[in-house]
């Protein structure tokens, strides 16, 4: 079987397994291991050493370890399986791939929430919520859960879903790369990024190198997005041009990027006054209020990441037969 034909297979049906299944419970995942060895790593290196200058450079070899490590890996087993027959190699590319992508985790997350609500169950809306965001749950009012369902569906539709689907292009791009080791190492890198990527101790030093790391990683496929997203509103100008003002005042390099793009395509405004352990913290605010945050907006932002990633699917099979028939 030629590599065009296997890696467009494997971009298939993985991503058609994400969007029917997603993750199944009970199954080991990826970031469950990536998860335990960034723990016990850290665990130990915060206990014998002490100085940031060293913290710095374990952090260093835990960020490249874990990252080069989890694509060595996952290339490795995908090569062995194809020894043995290449049906089996394109089966576990296409578990492993799909196990990178969050389309319908972040799906199910949302409607987690949304439900409850529907029923007038805010506290039960509110314990929901805080299984999948970092700020004070337990006095947000309705219009507050809806805000930070759509801040968390915009910021991690980049780092779960879009930007895993940009590297496994690039991966089967490179016929000798492959789409599942580049994605896993994206997916190891956003991990430690939101296990260690802190700037409050114990992570300071420690998580230094992860974050800006997976920062680097993040950011084309983040401005991809941006763009792709503007291009789909239809009203691209100005879409921009509001991610141009309001994008750059969030600290972060991405999440206020992808957050902004889709409040200015849906016409609502993110940011504002959170808590996070009994601290305010205040986001700067991101696009223009022109409607209120509603479960159809939520949903209608979640219809555009299906279909930024469907465009980007599609076009990437076509540069992979384009590739193909020029060689």
Not at 126 to 144: E, F, K, W
Request: with cysteine; glycine share 12%; net charge positive.
């Amino acid at each position: 079987m030629n590599h065009t034909l296997a890696a467009t297979i494997v971009l298939v049906v993985a991503s058609g397994l994400d969007y029917l299944l997603g993750d199944p419970w009970g199954w080991l995942h990826p970031v469950q291991v990536m998860g335990a060895a960034i723990a016990r790593y850290s665990q130990w290196t915060l206990k014998h050493f002490q100085t940031p200058h060293s913290q710095r450079i374990a952090g260093i070899g835990l960020g490249l370890g874990l990252i080069l490590g989890s694509g060595g890996i996952g290339w490795i087993l995908i090569y062995g399986a194809t020894l043995i027959h290449p049906w089996l190699g394109i089966g576990i590319q296409v578990i492993m791939l799909a196990s990178c992508l969050a389309g319908r985790s972040l799906r199910q997350a949302a409607e987690a929430v949304l439900a409850p609500l529907a029923d007038g169950k805010i506290a039960i809306a509110r314990d929901t919520l805080s299984r999948y965001v970092g700020r004070d749950t337990h006095d947000l009012s309705t219009p507050d859960i809806y805000r930070a369902i759509m801040e968390t569906i915009s910021e991690n539709a980049v780092d779960g879903v879009l930007a895993p689907l940009f590297y496994a292009l690039l991966g089967a791009i490179l016929s000798g790369v492959g789409s599942v080791p580049l994605a896993l190492s994206y997916k190891a890198a956003s991990t430690l990024d939101s296990m260690v990527g802190y700037r409050d101790a114990p992570y300071t030093y420690l998580g230094w190198f992860s974050a800006r790391l997976e920062d680097g990683l993040t950011w084309l496929p983040c401005r991809l997005s941006v763009l792709t997203l503007a291009l789909l509103s239809g009203r691209p100008r100005p879409v921009l041009r509001v991610c141009r003002r309001d994008a750059i005042a969030d600290p972060s390099p991405n999440a206020g990027w992808s957050e902004c793009a889709y409040a200015a395509v849906l016409g609502v405004q993110l940011g504002g006054v959170n808590r996070y352990g009994g601290v305010i913290k205040i986001k700067p605010l991101l696009a223009d209020s022109r409607h209120p945050i509603t479960p159809d907006i939520i949903r209608q932002a979640m219809t555009l990441t299906r279909q930024v990633y469907g465009l980007w699917l599609a076009l990437g099979l076509v540069g992979l037969g384009f590739l193909a028939y020029a060689s």
